[in-house]
T-cell receptor
Framework: GQNIDQPTEMTATEGAIVQINCTYQ??????LFWYQQHAGEAPTFLSY????GLEEKGRFSSFLSRSKGYSYLLLKELQMKDSASYLC????????????FGAGTTVTVRA | DGGITQSPKYLFRKEGQNVTLSCEQN?????MYWYRQDPGQGLRLIYY???????QKGDIAEGYSVSREKKESFPLTVTSAQKNPTAFYLC????????????FGSGTQLSVL
């Protein structure tokens, strides 16, 4: 199985930058996903990393280091609507390519 | 517009009762999944299906059952054997062309009366 760790909560100010870290332990790494979930709603896809490096998509960027079992999601120019839970998920080819999810990081953006 | 529809949004179960959660998708995805979400925990996989008429147990299948008679539909039954059914249930689908990224429904909140 996988151990996926991410901080429980983070708070930041509108317009600031927040970095959400995710560490994982898996034997057959085959991709890492970040999802955003507003309370009581469906998670929505944010990013996918399978190779080392930084993927940038507008205000959101995601980084992966496979050797360190580490990823982060960077949220820039924070807006109030970014207040949500951010889920890190890892796919393991030795687990039939199923996704395992971390518990999520709740980000609160303050005015 | 294509998407995944879950119903109902809220569901209440009495002791000893079986209840069925509906999940329908018109994305033409082959793979469908059911996850359970509890506060402070990650999503946990209950069952998944990669093709019609075939499904596999996930990590927490006990007390649940599914069917996949049509590509578009993947209903989940929470049986009386599931002693702690109160949770938020999410249905999802995926296809290989999108790196198997998951598209989620809006969820069903199940509570026990």
């Amino acid at each position: 199985g996988q151990n996926i760790d991410q901080p429980t909560e983070m708070t930041a100010t509108e317009g600031a930058i927040v970095q959400i870290n995710c560490t994982y332990q898996t034997s057959g790494f085959n991709g890492l996903f970040w999802y955003q979930q507003h309370a009581g709603e469906a998670p929505t896809f944010l990013s996918y990393n399978v190779l080392d490096g930084l993927e940038e998509k507008g205000r959101f960027s995601s980084f992966l280091s496979r050797s360190k079992g580490y990823s982060y999601l960077l949220l820039k120019e924070l807006q109030m609507k970014d207040s949500a839970s951010y889920l890190c998920a890892v796919r393991d080819v030795l687990n039939r390519d199923k996704l395992s999810f971390g518990a999520g990081t709740t980000v609160t953006v303050r005015a | 517009d294509g998407g995944i529809t879950q119903s109902p949004k809220y569901l209440f179960r009495k002791e000893g009762q079986n209840v069925t959660l509906s999940c329908e998708q018109n994305l033409n995805h082959d793979a469908m999944y059911w996850y359970r979400q509890d506060p402070g925990q990650g999503l946990r996989l209950i069952y998944y299906s990669q093709i019609v008429n075939d499904f596999q147990k996930g990590d927490i299948a006990e007390g649940y059952s599914v069917s996949r008679e049509k590509k578009e539909s993947f209903p989940l039954t929470v049986t009386s054997a599931q002693k702690n059914p109160t949770a938020f249930y999410l249905c999802a689908s995926s296809r290989p062309q999108d790196n198997e990224k998951l598209f989620f429904g809006s969820g069903t909140q199940l509570s026990v009366l």
